[in-house]
Every structure is written in C-alpha cells, then in structure tokens.
C-alpha cells in the first residue's frame, strides 16, 4: 500500500508497486491531463511535480512516490502557473496540443526555481519536453512573458 | 430547442446536396457508462448527422467541424469563416468535430470526409461562409417578424441584430428558436472581401484554453467504467506474421485479463495500461519471417541505385535533353541523393476507444483523419451494420499524414483486439511509442539521380532527374504517381529541356505520406541541386533564381520579400552562412531564408530562419505564422537526425525517440514569419512551411562548409 496526495488529495494505491506514477494518475485516478508519450522519458509529456519539482511520471514506479506530495497540471496554481496560464494563452502557444501539460509543468517548475530565466536557463530546463507541432519558438517566448508579468 | 444547418438530399442550395435549416431535438443521453471523452454538445452528442453550425439559445455558435483539429487550426480557422458572414462576436463561437458522413461532410477535393493535403481552408472557404450567412438570414428574417419591421433596415454585428429606426436589438440566442422556422435563403450572399471584418485577423484560437490546463480530451483520455486496456506485440520485421507464442508468465502479470492472437500480432488484455505493458513485455512469441523483408537499408538502397539506370516512367520529358548536354560548351554537374524512412512520430501515438452505447450502437473514438474509411474499417472486422457504429472523432495529439491511411489498418488492428476480446467490457487500444516508430506507414526511403547541364554564357539548359522509391498511392511500376514526383516535373524554373523519370519500387514496408508528401524530397532534390547549379557559375542564390523563374509571379514575390526581411547580401556574422529555398506546395508558395553555423560537434546549428508564405487569401495570419513556425521545426527535425533504418536481416533498428530524434526547444531557430496579403483563393498551411526548410540548411551548410549533402538526415545516425 502506498499512500501519497495528489493534488491535495490523500491517495492510497495497493496495486503493483512497480506501476509508473503516470498510469496511476490516469488509470486509478481519472486524471487525464498527465500525457504519455514515450514511456521512457525522453519526450516529458507525462511531467508532473512530485514534492515540488518536475518528475517523469512514466518512469516513476508509484513504490517511490511513498509521503509525496503529486501535483499534475489539473492542480497545479500559485502566481507561475497563473501567468503561465496568461502567457499561453496570449501567445496561443499550443498546436495539437498534447505534449502541453508537460510544457507547462516544466514551465512552472522552472520560474518557481529561476523567476527572471536566460535563453540557456529555458533550454536546460525545456529541452526534456517533446513538442512534435514545434511550439517551441512559443514555448520560450510564454515562459520569458510570464517571467516579466510576475516581476511586474 | 434550437436551429441547426441540417443537409437533406430532398431540397437543394448549396453544393447540390442541399443544406437547411432545421430543428434540433434535445441531444440524446449517452451511454451511462461512459465517464468521459465527448466534449459537451460535441460529437454524436448532436442527434442529427448534419449539421454544420447551431445557433444555440444560450448565444453560443457552434460549429461542426468536418475537419479533424490536430494542431493545424480548422476549429479555428471554419469558425472564422462562419462568424465572417454571420456577423458573430468571436467570444461566442465554439468548434466541435462533426460526427463522420463522407457525405454530408465530404472534403470537397477529395469527395469523402477527410482532412489531408492542407485542403481544410481552401476547401471549405465558400461552404462555411454560406452556412454562417444562411443563418444570418434566417436570424434576420426571425427579427423582422418579431418587431414587425422590414429585414431590409436590419443590421447585424458583433453579435448584435439592431433595427435602427424602432430602437430594437437583441442577440442571437433570444431568436434562434424563431428563425429555426424561416424558410433558408436560396442563395445567400457572400461577403466582398473588403468587407472582411474577422477574416485576415489575428483571432485567439478557440482550443488553446483546454489545451493549456489539461481539460482537451484526446482519444487517449476516453475513459469508461469497467474499461479493458489492451496493447498488442508487433513484428520486428515488415511483413513477419505470428509463429507460435507462450503467454504462460505474462498470464501471471497481476491485472492481465487475457492474451489473444489477433491478424497484427498477440493482443495483451487487462484492466490498467500497466499491466497490459507488462503483460506484453513478458510474451515469448516466434515470428514466421518466411513473407517478411529481410534486406537491410543498405541493401535496399543498391537495389534502388541498380534501377537507376533501367527504363522508367516518364513524368515529363520536354525539349531534347539528350542533346542539350552533348551541345559543345556545355559543362554539367551531377548529384544522387538518398533520402531515408521516415517515422511521423506524432506525440499521441495511434489509439482508439471502444463503447457500446446504451442504444445498441458501438461507439468508437479515435483521432480520424479519414473518419468515413475508419467507420467502415470497424464496422467490416466487427461484421455489424454501419448503422451499428458510430465513429467519434476525438481531438488527436498530431498526426502530419499519419492518421490518414486507405483502408484504415490501424483501425483494423483496434477492432480486430476489441473483436477478439469478446466486447463484453468497454476497451482502450493504443500502441506504444516503440510501437509507433517501428509500425511503418513511413514516408518511404527515395533516391534521386540528379544531372544538369549548362551553356557557355552560364545559362542552365537541362535537367535530368531519375527519383526511385515506393508509389505512395500503391501504383504499379507502370503507371505513373504524382505524388512521387510533384514538384520536380512541375519544376517552376525556366529550363527548356526537362526530363524526370520515376520509378516505382515494390516493398512490403507499407509506405504512406508525410507532412508535405513528395515535396519532403522532391523539394530537397530541386532546391539543393538548382543552388549548385547556380553556385557552379557564380550566381547568386536569390538572384540567380529569379533569373528563372520568369512566369512564376508568386514563387518570385515571395522570395523577394524573403530576401527583403533578411537583408539579404548583407554581412553575415563570422562562422555564419545562409541558403535560400523556395517550394511551392498544396498551392501554397513558401520562401525560407536560413543562418546556419556548425556546432560544437561538427553538424549545423541553425539559429534563424525567415519564412515568406503566400497561400492566397490569409484567414488568419497568428495560425499560418504558428503553422510555418511549426513546419520549420518539423522539418528541420528531420533532415538533421530522423531516419528509420532497416539492419541485417531487415529488422528495424529505431524504437523511440532517443534514436529517432526530434528537434529540441535548444535546437529550434527563431522563426520569422512574414504571411504576403493577398486576395487569390485561400490555400492550405498545415504542410508548405516544411519543404523548403531542408534545402535551405543544406545550401547554407554547403556554402559554409563546401559539402554538398547527399543523404539524408544530415546527423549520422541522428545523434549529436
């Protein structure tokens, strides 16, 4: 039995322990915003924060996810993901689409560690992050004009 | 109740096949067990299978998109278009999928429902607009029953209908039920494009909300009570078919439910998706390769080059090209170039949902492309009645050509699982990404022969082309395919004598389009050849081009203005250089300018790129910027790393995406996009941003480090 909160929530999950963290969000939990895209962390669709930094949800076996604390993109708020959220919008950065939860968990991720981010800050902390539509031109620029509506 | 545009074969105004206005009745329930995966009033959510645009009493418009939204923008886009001649307020229009009618929903070019070939615009430009302007008059029409004053003196914006004179305003919701009762205008008129007050705009798209806070539901997401997940163990090898196989230890995985066999491999059953990987992963299974391909790519490939040489098709063959290089003075260049498989890797890889809805009818989800082929595909492996399925089309996580195939073999391989499950239980079908990279349907691996000649006074003469690869369109070796040749037999450059000749080669690796079809080669073949062509005699790229392009205004006007946005002649910074390409696809004209330096590692790093595109009438410029932002990275993916590579015996080497690489944020240029105002007829943008992408590298990269590329990806083995 592993006991965790997701999104606030206490959750307990008695089922294989090596079952990824992303598929007990999706399957178990309903919570369908946390993508799969490769299973072997190479793309970061399936990114979520556990324990306040961004983590591959696909290779996370749920037996390490014991007293964490889960957020996905369907809980995840405070003043980064609020201008996150802005900025995406105004920049109508998504495409398909599908790869955008985890743009945006790492997105969030990032500004909470490094508010005012360099091109090299966002690459190093993008690169993870697959977008097959190639936001990425957006991506950067969202991140820079969140960063600038939080300090201003 | 509300109205809705209804298309009946009984009364006839548009298209021939008839669109009215008629009455919606409450959307019927859904299946109970179904906890979620239709967006609300989407889909089969509406009771009727024809409508295009609904007026709703609550002010909302929405309308049915015939067009799957994949990334490319046609929620978007056909909305515009309806609120144009509606005189809507952009805040209150909406965009669902249409259920799947190749009917009702025909993509006009291609005489069924599909969306493909960057048509979704330019084929459903006048049929939009006149469901939007038929519903304007009818609203009009209802207003002017309901204050008593003549329809002439009404006007309507934003969203509002006013008559000046009494005073009177209301919205559209308050006189949706009463015009659902005006007869529809015969032939309602549209707009002068002058009049244009939404189209040509920079509207906000009307998904990025739901795509930008984990709410956007993809077939992936559907979810039911009860529900089976189920993945199936493929072949290693094309054309390979199940020997024998042991499920004892994957039986044992806790969860698996149960192991099939089904035509496409061994299907895996079990009550999380987990398990069903697991499950998999634990299967022994012994592949019969006595049908399979064997060869490796190396041996494909001389194989292809041993064709060169024997006689093709003609795709054209103008002037005397024999002659014209035997012509004293004549000086020729010569080129092959190999192109290699390409995987289309869209980040959802193929999946689909099956329910049986509480009305007996089988609800399928999936991300349809060609939603008419994957509703007879499921209905024939299924053996029910056509009526007794109901393709839902599901948002879908990219696709570029991937969820577009005749016949529908994926959708196949899901009801063929869901068939052999017994369909007791809802069930979830998807392929993994390893799945998905090794499944074929590539863009399929080309080689071109390349010969040009030219004159004395520097003057390209002829050009010969031989392109040798699999016929897209499954043509026999005698017959003749665009696809394998568009853009070089058609060559926009004034050059008397021109001969391509194609070759259709025959290979069990199912082939298939990818983001811009034959132009992904053919425009890295005309563009990197043409540019040494020129470089051999001192000209420069730009101009040198223009000097050929003689009867081509719009390939001219944009690589003008290209070569305006990056100054160019200009000094490029130290270590730098730029290639130019211009590739008319789809009727799109685009022009790309790129700056190009070589990395740490030796390969190129490209750090600019400007982009002019002219595809007629802009509906909406932030869409067609997004649109050859995203080609560009797309493209330049590709010629830089992808390759799906067959080795010895023919089993494919590449799994996922750390072999079969993708471009980066850290690689991706900055993309500047100039869209050139025109008032021609709307093309299409999904696909014409990639094609010039990879010559335009190539020639910077051969200008900076005097090597022509001649295969393709341009990174050995995709890895840097």
């Given at each position: 039995m592993v006991s965790f909160t997701l999104n606030g929530t206490e959750k307990t999950f008695d089922g294989d322990p090596d079952t990824p963290l992303l598929w007990v969000i999706r399957d178990f939990e309903k919570l369908t915003g946390t993508k799969y895209g490769c299973g072997v962390a190479q793309c970061g669709a399936c990114t979520v924060h556990l324990d306040g930094s961004p983590r591959r949800s696909c290779i996370t076996p749920i037996s390490m996810v014991e007293g964490s604390d889960v957020v996905t993109v369907e809980g995840i708020s405070g003043a980064e993901a609020d201008a996150v959220h802005k900025a995406w919008l105004a920049l109508d950065v998504p495409q398909c689409g599908y790869c955008q939860s985890g743009q945006i968990m790492s997105a969030v991720a990032l500004l909470q560690l490094t508010p005012k981010p360099s091109d090299e800050d966002i690459d190093g902390a993008m690169a993870g992050n697959i977008c097959r539509c190639a936001t990425y031109q957006r991506v950067r620029q969202a991140i820079k004009d969140a960063a600038g509506m939080m300090e201003g | 109740m509300t109205f809705q545009m209804i298309t009946t074969t009984r009364r006839g105004f548009l298209q021939g096949a008839g669109l009215v206005i008629g009455i919606a009745v409450a959307p019927k329930a859904f299946a109970a067990s179904v906890a979620q995966g239709v967006p609300a009033g989407g889909g089969s959510g509406l009771p009727q299978m024809n409508a295009f645009v609904k007026v709703g009493t609550d002010d909302t418009v929405t309308i049915l998109s015939k067009h799957i939204e994949f990334g490319q923008g046609p929620f978007t886009g056909l909305a515009t278009l309806v609120a144009e001649e509606l005189d809507a307020d952009w805040n209150q229009m909406r965009a669902v999928h249409s259920p799947a009618d190749d009917k009702v929903y025909a993509n006009l070019m291609f005489g069924m429902q599909g969306t493909g070939?960057?048509?979704?615009?330019?084929?459903?430009?006048?049929?939009?607009?006149?469901?939007?302007?038929?519903?304007?008059?009818?609203?009009?029409?209802?207003?002017?029953?309901?204050?008593?004053?003549?329809?002439?003196?009404?006007?309507?914006?934003?969203?509002?209908?006013?008559?000046?004179?009494?005073?009177?305003?209301?919205?559209?919701?308050?006189?949706?039920?009463?015009?659902?009762?005006?007869?529809?205008?015969?032939?309602?008129?549209?707009?002068?494009?002058?009049?244009?007050?939404?189209?040509?705009?920079?509207?906000?798209?009307?998904?990025?909300?739901?795509?930008?806070?984990?709410?956007?539901?993809?077939?992936?997401?559907?979810?039911?009570?009860?529900?089976?997940?189920?993945?199936?163990?493929?072949?290693?090898?094309?054309?390979?078919?199940?020997?024998s196989f042991d499920d004892g230890e994957a039986r044992k995985v806790q969860g698996v439910v149960d192991v099939k066999q089904v035509p496409q491999g061994v299907a895996v059953y079990a009550d999380n998706t987990f398990a069903a990987l697991k499950g998999r992963a634990a299967l022994t299974v012994e592949w019969d390769l006595s049908k399979a391909e064997t060869r490796s790519s190396s041996e494909l490939e001389a194989d292809f080059a041993k064709m060169v040489a024997e006689k093709g098709i003609d795709a054209v063959n103008k002037g005397d090209v024999g002659k014209a290089f035997s012509e004293p003075g004549v000086q020729s260049l010569e080129a092959e170039i190999v192109f290699p498989f390409l995987a289309h890797a869209p980040m959802e890889p193929l999946d689909a949902a099956f329910v049986m809805g509480d009305d007996g009818v089988l609800d399928v989800?999936?991300?349809?492309?060609?939603?008419?082929?994957?509703?007879?595909?499921?209905?024939?492996?299924?053996?029910?009645?056509?009526?007794?399925?109901?393709?839902?089309?599901?948002?879908?996580?990219?696709?570029?050509?991937?969820?577009?195939?005749?016949?529908?073999?994926?959708?196949?391989?899901?009801?063929?699982?869901y068939k052999a499950s017994g369909g007791k239980r809802p069930l979830k079908h998807m392929w993994t990404r390893e799945d998905d990279i090794r499944g074929g349907f590539y863009r399929p691996m080309?080689?071109?022969?390349?010969?040009?000649?030219?004159?004395?006074?520097?003057?390209?003469?002829?050009?010969?082309q031989t392109i040798v690869g699999q016929s897209i369109m499954g043509k026999a070796s005698t017959e003749l395919d665009d696809s394998s040749v568009e853009g070089a037999h058609t060559l926009p450059y004034a050059i008397g004598n021109l001969r391509v000749i194609s070759h259709n080669v025959a290979l069990t690796i199912p082939p298939l389009w990818w983001r811009s079809v034959g132009h992904t080669h053919t425009g890295f073949a005309v563009e990197t050849f043409v540019d040494?062509?020129?470089?051999?005699?001192?000209?420069?790229?730009?101009?040198?081009?223009?000097?050929?392009?003689?009867?081509?205004?719009?390939?001219?006007?944009?690589?003008?203005?290209?070569?305006?946005?990056?100054?160019?002649?200009?000094?490029?910074?130290?270590?730098?250089?730029?290639?130019?390409?211009?590739?008319?696809?789809?009727?799109?004209?685009?022009?790309?300018?790129?700056?190009?330096?070589?990395?740490?590692?030796?390969?190129?790093?490209?750090?600019?790129?400007?982009?002019?595109?002219?595809?007629?009438?802009?509906?909406?410029?932030?869409?067609?910027?997004?649109?050859?932002?995203?080609?560009?990275?797309?493209?330049?993916?590709?010629?830089?790393?992808?390759?799906?590579?067959?080795?010895?015996?023919?089993?494919?080497?590449?799994?996922?995406?750390?072999?079969?690489?993708?471009?980066?944020?850290?690689?991706?240029?900055?993309?500047?996009?100039?869209?050139?105002?025109?008032?021609?007829?709307?093309?299409?943008?999904?696909?014409?941003?990639?094609?010039?992408?990879?010559?335009?590298?190539?020639?910077?990269?051969?200008?900076?480090?005097?090597?022509?590329?001649?295969?393709?990806?341009?990174?050995?083995?995709?890895?840097?």
């Open positions: - | 070939g960057s048509t979704a615009i330019a084929n459903s430009y006048e049929q939009y607009r006149t469901a939007g302007a038929t519903a304007r008059a009818m609203l009009v029409a209802a207003a002017a029953e309901e204050w008593g004053v003549p329809a002439a003196e009404i006007t309507v914006e934003k969203g509002r209908i006013r008559h000046a004179a009494s005073g009177k305003e209301s919205g559209f919701g308050a006189l949706a039920d009463k015009a659902a009762q005006q007869t529809p205008p015969t032939d309602p008129k549209l707009k002068d494009p002058k009049d244009f007050v939404l189209i040509g705009k920079d509207l906000p798209k009307l998904d990025t909300a739901e795509k930008s806070n984990g709410k956007a539901i993809y077939t992936l997401d559907v979810l039911a009570d009860d529900m089976l997940f189920a993945v199936v163990a493929h072949a290693d090898h094309f054309g390979a078919t199940v020997k989800y999936t991300g349809a492309q060609f939603p008419g082929g994957d509703h007879m595909a499921a209905a024939q492996v299924l053996g029910l009645d056509a009526s007794k399925v109901r393709l839902n089309t599901q948002l879908a996580g990219g696709s570029f050509g991937r969820r577009a195939q005749f016949g529908s073999p994926y959708m196949q391989e899901a009801a063929e699982v080309y080689l071109h022969r390349m010969k040009g000649a030219i004159d004395a006074d520097g003057k390209v003469v002829a050009w010969d040494e062509l020129l470089q051999k005699v001192g000209k420069d790229p730009v101009e040198g081009r223009l000097a050929m392009l003689t009867n081509e205004p719009r390939h001219t006007g944009t690589l003008k203005r290209v070569a305006e946005m990056a100054d160019w002649g200009s000094a490029v910074p130290v270590g730098r250089e730029r290639g130019v390409a211009v590739v008319k696809s789809f009727g799109t004209y685009v022009s790309q300018i790129v700056e190009v330096s070589r990395d740490e590692g030796g390969f190129p790093r490209v750090h600019k790129v400007w982009c002019a595109v002219d595809c007629g009438q802009p509906i909406n410029p932030n869409v067609i910027a997004a649109q050859m932002e995203g080609g560009v990275g797309y493209g330049l993916g590709a010629v830089l790393f992808d390759e799906v590579t067959l080795g010895e015996g023919g089993k494919i080497v590449q799994s996922n995406f750390h072999d079969y690489r993708s471009i980066r944020i850290n690689e991706m240029p900055h993309v500047e996009v100039a869209v050139i105002a025109s008032t021609e007829k709307p093309t299409g943008v999904g696909e014409p941003g990639v094609p010039p992408i990879g010559p335009a590298t190539a020639n910077a990269w051969r200008r900076l480090t005097g090597t022509p590329v001649r295969r393709l990806p341009i990174v050995p083995g995709g890895v840097s």
